[in-house]
């Protein structure tokens, strides 16, 4: 019930851009599933280029779209993945003209299993995904500047 209340307590703004987060989420998680990668990256180009809905200044910066991921893969962890909120933050961000790179990358744990990860960088800074870099070098597979290209 608590997270109710804080929700109603946000701005209009911010509890719009949340539900597109979650619903951006959503939809990654669905194309993850049943569609290949190349034209789920199409489709995510597609809805990265459209114009931004949001009115206010503090909803269209990059701040704001870390925040809305956060909280939204944090409290549905389902949909949550480190792949799935930096695709979600990179077509958000996109959406607002700030130029981000997703990157995906593997390790192998201290038993040898095999780990991946996915984390966004803005400016060389990592933006989303950073905490688990922070702990395992990951080796970069794939950087993607823009989606759909």
Not at 13 to 42: E, S
Not at 57 to 69: L, M, T
């Amino acid at each position: 019930m608590t997270w109710v209340l804080k929700f109603l307590r946000l701005s209009w703004a911010d509890r719009f851009l949340l539900v597109q987060a979650v619903f951006l989420l959503m939809a990654i998680r669905l194309g993850l599933a049943l569609l290949p990668f190349q034209t789920l990256r199409r489709l995510l180009a597609k809805a990265a280029h459209g114009r931004s809905s949001t009115a206010t200044r503090a909803a269209n910066e990059p701040s704001g779209v870390i925040w809305a991921v956060g909280v939204a893969g944090r409290h549905f962890p389902s949909i949550g993945t480190c792949l799935m909120q930096a695709f979600a933050a990179h077509v958000l961000l996109g959406r607002r003209h700030y130029p981000t790179q997703l990157r995906i990358g593997v390790t192998r744990n201290e038993k040898g299993k095999f780990l991946g990860h996915a984390w966004l960088e803005s400016g060389g800074t990592v933006i989303i995904g950073g905490d688990a870099l922070k702990e395992q070098y990951y080796t970069p597979l794939l950087a993607i500047d823009q989606l759909g290209q």
